[in-house]
């Protein structure tokens, strides 16, 4: 359970205008539902220390957890944001996957490295894996994403603004929900980002090449910080006609401007404006523009000013950006991660809307994108996540760029596997006699078969959204008075399974005084599943003193989980082939070509990890030492300065196990 629940403001929220226009306008089911949640406020748990990177004096954070609990977190500890881009999910409907590769085995890279061959792409092996599924019910993701919203208002600073970016599919309904929870007059720009050009030819429509980002702030107060993009080459070739001796480009613009004015002396010559126009300098500067030559007469006796190009800050940005496009595989940047925005894109926003040693948030950090740019523009940062491998991109991107952070994990009670998605699905596993019911709404994950109850359907919180995971007297009332009674008649019992529970007393009561029902409630606790669902690999490795410090050398490595999903993929791929050639994915005895990353911790045996000497070996073979890219071939060894405490792996799919040494 949470440790208490913080309000989303100081102020009560009763007597507000809470959901008006979402309920009226709107009138999507358990839209009423979400007044109840606000009135309870964000659920606070545990924060643990994970890891910190140098010594963070900015206080940075990587957060994994979900949006909400992070900011109750940041509420309960005082810290106001100053800006915040969020890029959430689009309710796309698609499913999005991870490119996982199989990494050089350091026995083949010895061989290859004594022969200095190059590596052979086209040879490397992958599959996929499921990142996170981005298919919603429209009205949970709306619900969700209202909820979401009113948590980042409540931690904003009074000069803060936000950037949500979503595309076609959701955003026109968004955008009925920030007006309502920032205030019409709170908006400030609907950006079209154009990020492609180069659109896929479409046989009955036009085609999609933008995504919208939608602007606004807490009030009028905020920072905005004007851009500029260069000049294009029509425009200076159009304007800036003139070149001087020294080759610099110009061009001679007005030098008047609206409002009466007198005459001023223009070198010897006293030159009256025209009616309703005055001079744009006073007599001093005049006198400083004619002798520098800034000011120039024309052949009619007209004053101009001379305006140099390399002067100029360029042309001011408008609300459509087509100057940036989205990553390409080749791109430098490509963390391997679905979803990720070029850092061009949050340069331009974060330069616009906020200033040095200001705070950046991002609460479906992804990559990493946000806090990297504005790392590298002298910004602090706090990203937040609730996938493993999302939380692990960012950190060691950060990591390779010298940030310094820490690492902290929400204690909400879900151990996910690896993220949210996979964890539906694996637990769906481990429930036993759980199957599909195509009869069953979609409330229903599926039903067990009992012999003499016959179906039972069963209900699993959705661990992507963060509103069903606590089962409180509002989610029950839903499963006794619209759900339970859209089941077929002869439905004798149900089970409820819960992450959190408010009350479990309180809500057993609260189902005996309900008269509304026979059918038979058991209700069950879902971490109980999910306590099962990580299982550690298995490692063994040598650690022996060397003149320098100590080296750990790996000998074997194994994953059953991973075995598991590549037998999956071998047998799904073979199925698939038909006529084509199979080449199936086939592990070595020692296995450590499924490690990705390797870490020493020599400060100490338990709590907090303290990454004293790491390797991170990337899809090509090579490797980056403690953040540092090289051109080296792993060797199955890690370095230690000193006597190691503990070791920890990764392996190619991100999951994590510590050995104590």
Not at 301 to 326: A, F, Q, T, V
Request: aromatic share 10%; with cysteine; net charge negative.
């Amino acid at each position: 359970m949470p440790i208490k629940y913080i309000p989303y403001f100081p102020e009560p929220i009763e007597g507000q205008a809470i959901l008006d226009n979402f309920t009226r306008t709107l009138r999507y089911k358990g839209n009423y539902d979400v007044k109840e949640k606000l009135r309870r406020g964000m659920p606070y748990y545990e924060v643990e220390k994970q890891e910190t990177v140098g010594k963070n004096a900015d206080g940075n954070m990587i957060i994994r957890g979900e949006c909400i609990s992070a900011c109750a977190y940041l509420r309960e500890k005082s810290i106001k944001v100053d800006l915040v881009y969020i890029d959430p999910p689009f309710a796309s409907g698609a499913d999005y996957a991870k490119k996982v590769y199989i990494r050089r085995n350091p026995k083949v890279a010895e061989s290859i490295a004594k022969a200095e061959e190059e590596l052979d792409v086209d040879e490397f092996k992958a599959f996929e894996e499921k990142m996170y599924g981005d298919v919603w019910d429209k009205e949970k993701y709306l619900n969700w994403m209202y909820e979401n919203l009113v948590a980042i208002k409540s931690v904003m600073s009074d000069t803060a603004s936000i950037y949500v970016h979503l595309d076609w599919h959701i955003g026109h309904y968004v955008k009925i929900l920030l007006d309502e929870i920032f205030g019409e007059d709170n908006f400030i720009n609907e950006i079209i980002w154009q990020k492609t050009t180069a659109p896929k030819a479409q046989s009955k429509q036009f085609s999609n090449i933008h995504d919208a980002i939608f602007i606004y702030s807490l009030n009028q107060g905020y920072v905005f910080n004007q851009q500029y993009k260069p000049y294009s080459a029509e425009y200076i070739k159009q304007f800036y006609r003139y070149t001087d001796e020294q080759g610099r480009r110009y061009r001679i613009s007005d030098f008047s401007q609206n409002g009466q004015g007198e005459g001023k002396f223009f070198g010897k010559k006293f030159i009256i404006p025209a009616p309703g126009k005055h001079w744009i300098w006073s007599q001093e500067k005049i006198n400083e523009g004619i002798k520098s030559g800034k000011i120039v007469i024309s052949s009619n006796g007209i004053p101009g000013l001379k305006r140099y190009l390399d002067e100029m800050p360029g042309d001011p940005l408008r609300d459509i950006w087509e100057d940036i496009n989205g990553l390409g595989p080749q791109s430098k940047e490509d963390a391997d991660y679905a979803t990720q925005k070029p850092e061009a894109l949050l340069e331009r926003i974060i330069k616009a809307s906020s200033n040095e040693n200001m705070l950046v948030a991002d609460f479906f950090g992804g990559s990493g994108v946000t806090a990297a740019v504005a790392n590298k523009l002298n910004r602090k940062f706090i990203t937040c996540d609730i996938g493993s491998n999302s939380v692990q991109t960012m950190r060691d991107r950060l990591k390779t760029d010298g940030a310094q952070f820490e690492v902290l994990e929400i204690k909400d009670g879900v151990s996910l596997y690896r993220n949210p998605v996979q964890t539906m699905d694996k637990i769906k596993s481990l429930i036993p006699g759980l199957k599909n019911e195509d009869s069953l709404d979609a409330f229903w994950e599926g039903a067990i078969s009992d012999s003499k109850l016959g179906m039972i359907p069963v209900y699993v919180p959705n661990l992507m959204d963060s509103s069903t995971k606590l089962l409180d007297e509002v989610l029950m009332n839903r499963i006794l008075h619209e759900a339970i009674p859209e089941l077929d008649p002869s439905v004798k019992k149900v089970i409820v399974y819960y992450v959190d529970i408010t009350d479990k007393a309180a809500i057993e009561k609260f189902i005996r005084d309900d008269d509304s029902t026979l059918v038979q409630i058991e209700l069950r606790d879902l971490k109980e599943i999910l306590d099962d669902v990580v299982v550690n690999d298995y490692a063994e490795f040598t650690c022996a003193r060397q003149e320098d410090g100590f080296v750990i050398t790996l000998k074997k490595f194994v994953s059953d989980r991973l075995t598991q999903k590549i037998n999956e993929f071998n047998q799904k791929t073979e199925a698939n082939s038909k006529k084509k050639a199979f080449h199936s994915i086939v592990i070595s005895d020692n296995g450590l070509e499924l490690i990705e990353w390797l870490s020493v911790d020599f400060t100490s045996a338990d709590g907090e990890w303290h990454s004293d000497s790491e390797i991170k070996i990337d899809k090509n073979g090579y490797i980056s030492v403690n953040g540092t890219k090289t051109k080296n071939l792993w060797n199955a060894t890690i370095r230690s300065e000193k006597k190691p405490l503990r070791l920890k792996i990764r392996n190619i799919c991100g999951d994590e196990t510590v050995w104590k040494i």
